[in-house]
């Protein structure tokens, strides 16, 4: 045991070096030592310089793998117009090897430009915007970032928001000056705000001044001994000298936010009410700095895009505008698209990350003014309070400003909040190289429940000195619900993640999980997916359900592989009888026109060896020769070259396989309560879900239990193992829907009616002061909007089978997948000993029989090998072993050519057959010796008759030959006395040359007698 131990570690160390990644010798050796980065420069000549210049200074120190450099392919629009930003676009993308590009629009449309360029080249584009307030581009595109390096839109209203609360004005309205879309700004200010403005005035038609802005502004105004309908006016897109012209004209009564950013020296002090507050952005990063960040942005993800797949990110594929290639399922574009959006680091200008509305995040520090009286009576600004990273603070005196606090509440108290991680309520992610997170909220993973301990590490985490492995970055729903709670209450929190893991249940007396911390007064506050049940509320409180769900199954869909019949199903039962149908009475109607026409291959058209019957017409061995009957074969063609194109379409499609899954009605579902062996289903430890079927279905409990899971994820897990550990899953529905809206592969689904109706709420100890002032604020987000707006941020469903996936598969069919081919073809091959049988049985029974009576003689439009078995039979008065004789003889000798310089097609036969094709009745009938006359030589269709045998004389033939030329002579003889007897009826006294010649053929048969 010792050397299997001592040789394992040995391997260990030898081996352990040649794990990590391969070194890519020949992705290095294409690269040429750098990677390149495009380049759409700005057409001002100074603004042209300075980017530049900046993308100079940042490609010299890239972040690279390998000792790479970074190459600029630069180039500049020569106009303004769209078609020379796409040009200048294509023109830095056709150079080989660009992974990325950095432009700088101008204006919205070049913007929007650079937003369809950037999606349809499937090239990540990042825009660096020099000019202010910019609005939303409305969807977001992976492939296109924008970083405001003026204030956007988005940060800034934001500040007004934290404005607003911090001064606990819920009601406000929206002044608008110079807006190019007032409704998609109305929408913004509610997704961020969480409630729409109470009023909205477009003063962008109105003429500056006059009596019809104050008219216009009235609305704003209080009442006599009343009180404004608003407590707060925001004016916005406003200049300085609109606003104020807007300002003189405003009636008294709400306070006044000036919502354009303005620098301190360019802050109005006449013609403006006391008490007007400003906002402006100050120690604003320089444009240099601001570039030098999406430079590195851009070299930190393809460092780590470089790690994973090294061919593909860093030998992206050349794009050429005028030819677009198909999208890919993993293009490179793509690739580092998705780094891109994961990545963040501390650059230049503070924290950088990617938000989920594509905006490169860069720190911003706004301070806010009023406009107040000096000691000498004169207006004068005064800071009230500054804004960073989505935090106001004010000032004391400005903090003095604010509406007083409820009565009875404490200043901002710091409370310990507790969380459990459970997708999507709540993530956990590790931090930043630095310890910070960018976005989210720092929370503790201490593992353990120990009161001291976590007060030691919190107290740890105050002063920077907290283990780096236990820190956290924690966001999701109930993150943002909380983050909100916390201003609007107001109190502050420092939050730890649970350190069982478990939600909680009462074992052996002491509670666990959640409620075991909020009763040990290890917590204040449990913030999570924390369902409300009878057992919890008597013990623990719990705010007003912010979110309402009920239980249910998760199953998993299986693939099968395709019955023995599936080459039947891409056409119905109805359409395979109608083509056998078509295709029989095609054949019908073809044989018809084929013997009614004078053309047809028949003998009383075309006289050829072969005949169109129909036999022919099923297995198509001749084509019609008549026009009608090629005509409809025509038409046969196209019908089977339509279905057989619709078969073969959907025959892929069904050769798949179908997908099964466990059927499940719901909770009282036989398989659940009498689960038969191999059944197998579980929950989560300690659930909600746990507890409802312990209490409920104490029987179904006992199976359940040896196969439940710790975590959602896990209970995930053992569904979706190969080959699975659970048939089926329970738990709170919303977390389910959530994996199955999550899967990529599409294999789990939700079945059965929901059951247990329950709610999400926050667990307080018994009698918080909390309870009621939480439920309250929550109640009001409700009413607002705001849960919605969390609801569509972090719990947006996609339902599996409306995805668009850019992974195309290719379906490779097996022998599996025909089959039922393959058992047809042996049903075919024991039909056709069958039919086998069936022949020899007609040829010995039944045709004997048909060929000694008279009826049914004729079946040459139905088969000729029929007909030919009817109708063919032995010359009399030949021997055996004279035909033997004369085969030997003939066999002997060299056929000679006819005159016509024709050869006999085929020598006589052994034992020749004559076939009576019954065609003409008065010849057949006509010479009672007819058929112990000798064989006639066989007719040949394509060219004269051939010459007579030649050599020695048989014995006996020239009496033979005698009595054949004496039946002729008779034959004939007696045709020429019905002909002029025919003649003499009808009075016809004239003859010609013809006639003449059959004269004197009548007297040539006494003359050779």
Request: proline share 8%; glycine share 8%.
């Amino acid at each position: 045991m010792e050397f299997v131990t001592a040789l394992w570690l040995g391997l260990a160390l030898v081996l352990g070096p040649a794990g990590g990644h391969p070194h890519p010798c020949g992705v290095l050796a294409r690269l040429g030592g750098s990677v390149r980065l495009g380049a759409l420069l700005p057409r001002a000549p100074a603004a042209h310089a300075r980017a530049r210049a900046a993308l100079a200074r940042a490609s010299l120190a890239p972040r690279l793998p390998h000792n790479l450099s970074l190459e600029l392919v630069a180039a500049a629009t020569p106009a303004r117009d769209p078609a020379s930003l796409a040009s200048g676009v294509c023109q830095v993308l056709t150079a080989p090897g660009v992974a990325a590009l950095i432009a700088f629009p101008e204006t919205r449309p070049e913007l929007l430009q650079l937003h369809f360029l950037a999606s349809a080249t499937e090239t990540p584009v990042l825009s660096v915007l020099r000019r202010q307030a910019r609005a939303p581009l409305g969807s977001p595109s992976p492939f296109h970032l924008q970083l405001d390096w003026a204030s956007p839109l988005e940060t800034l209203l934001d500040v007004l928001v934290s404005v607003l609360r911090a001064h606990t004005w819920e009601d406000v309205g929206l002044v608008l000056c110079r807006v190019r879309d007032p409704g998609s700004l109305v929408v913004l200010w509610t997704s961020r705000a969480g409630r729409a403005p109470k009023l909205v005035l477009d003063l962008s038609q109105l003429e500056l001044g006059g009596a019809g802005l104050s008219a216009r502004l009235a609305l704003l105004g209080a009442p006599a001994g009343g009180k404004a309908l608003v407590p707060a006016a925001i004016l916005l897109g406003c200049d300085v000298a609109r606003s104020q012209q807007v300002l003189q004209a405003a009636p008294p009564g709400p306070r006044w936010l000036l919502g354009t950013p303005l620098p301190p020296e360019a802050l109005p002090t006449e013609g403006l009410p006391p008490g007007v507050l400003a906002l402006g952005e100050v120690a604003r990063p320089p444009l240099e700095a601001a570039i030098q960040d999406v430079v590195e942005l851009v070299t930190r993800a393809l460092d780590s895009a470089a790690r994973v797949q090294p061919e593909r990110a860093l030998l992206p594929a050349t794009v050429n505008c005028s030819d677009l290639p198909p999208p890919e399922p993993e293009s490179s574009g793509r690739l580092l698209a998705r780094f891109l959006a994961n990545t963040s680091f501390w650059g230049h200008t503070g924290p950088v990350w990617v938000t989920s509305s594509s905006q490169v995040h860069i720190s911003r520090r706004f301070c806010l003014w009023s406009l107040r009286r000096d000691l000498r009576g004169a207006p004068a600004w005064a800071t009230l309070g500054h804004w960073q990273d989505g935090r106001l603070e004010l000032e004391a005196w400005g903090a003095a400003e604010r509406s007083p606090p409820l009565p009875g509440a404490q200043a901002r108290p710091k409370l310990r909040v507790v969380t459990l991680v459970e997708h999507p309520f709540v993530f956990a992610r590790q931090p930043d190289e630095d310890g910070r997170c960018p976005a989210g909220q720092l929370c503790l993973a201490p593992g353990t429940n120990g009161s001291a301990t976590l007060d030691a590490l919190f107290a740890a985490l105050a002063d920077g000195s907290a283990p780096r492995a236990l820190r956290r970055c924690c966001y999701g729903y109930c993150i943002d619900l909380l983050e909100r709670l916390a201003e609007d209450t107001p109190f502050d929190f420092e939050l730890y993640i649970v350190g069982d893991g478990k939600y909680g249940a009462l074992r052996d007396r002491p509670w666990t999980g959640l409620v075991g911390d909020l009763l040990a007064g290890r917590a204040h506050m449990a913030v999570t997916s924390f369902s409300i049940n009878s057992a919890r509320s008597q013990v623990v409180d719990f705010t007003s359900p912010f979110f309402s769900t009920s239980l249910g199954i998760m199953v998993r869909a299986r693939d099968t592989a395709s019955p023995i019949g599936a080459f039947m199903w891409p056409l119905h039962w109805s359409m395979w009888l109608g083509v056998f149908a078509a295709l029989h009475l095609t054949a019908l109607f073809l044989t018809l026109y084929e013997w009614r026409s004078p053309f047809g291959l028949t003998p009383r058209g075309r006289n050829r060896d072969t005949v169109f019957s129909y036999s022919s017409a099923l297995n198509l061995c001749y084509t019609p020769k008549c026009p009608t009957g090629r005509l409809l074969m025509n038409l046969w063609a196209i019908f089977c070259l339509l279905v057989l194109s619709s078969y073969t379409a959907n025959l892929a499609a069904v050769m798949v396989g179908d997908k099964t899954f466990e059927e499940l009605s719901g909770i009282h579902d036989p398989k659940l309560h009498h689960p038969s062996q191999g059944f197998r289903f579980g929950t989560v430890w300690e659930s909600s879900a746990e507890a409802y079927i312990k209490k409920s279905f104490p029987e179904m409990y006992s199976h359940m239990r040896r196969h439940s899971a710790p975590t959602t994820p896990h209970g995930v897990a053992m569904l979706t193992s190969d080959p699975p550990k659970l048939n089926a899953f329970i738990m709170d529905k919303s977390l389910l829907d959530y994996e199955v809206s999550i899967d990529a592969d599409c294999r789990l689904l939700t079945v059965g009616k929901p059951f247990v109706i329950e709610g999400y709420g926050i667990g307080l100890p018994r009698n918080s002061p909390l309870t009621s002032n939480l439920s309250e604020f929550i109640s009001r987000y409700k009413s607002s909007g705001f849960i919605d707006l969390l609801h569509d941020k972090w719990y947006k469903m996609v339902p599996c089978g409306k995805r668009v996936f850019a992974v195309t598969e290719t379906l490779q069919m097996g022998i599996y997948h025909f089959s039922g081919l393959f058992v047809l073809l042996c049903l075919g091959l024991g039909s056709a000993l069958l039919s086998s049988l069936g022949e020899h049985v007609f040829y010995h029974l039944a045709l004997p029989r048909i060929r000694r009576g008279n009826k049914l003689q004729y079946w040459l439009h139905t088969s000729q090998r029929i007909h030919r078995a009817l109708n063919t039979e032995l010359p009399e008065g030949q021997e055996e072993a004279e035909s033997r004789g004369l085969e030997e003889s003939q066999n002997t000798q060299a056929t000679p050519a006819g005159p016509g310089g024709w050869t006999r097609v085929r020598p006589a036969a052994v034992r020749e057959r004559r076939v009576r094709f019954l065609l003409d009745h008065t010849v057949v009938s006509a010479s009672p010796d007819a058929d112990a006359a000798p064989p006639e030589a066989p007719v040949c269709s394509n060219g004269p008759p051939p010459e007579l045998r030649s050599g020695a004389p048989l014995p006996g033939e020239l009496e033979e030959l005698e009595q054949r030329i004496a039946g002729t002579q008779e034959r004939l003889r007696q045709a020429l006395l019905r002909r002029r007897a025919l003649l003499a009826q009808l009075g016809d006294s004239t003859c010609e040359l013809p006639c003449t010649w059959l004269l004197a053929c009548e007297e040539a048969p006494e003359v050779a007698s």
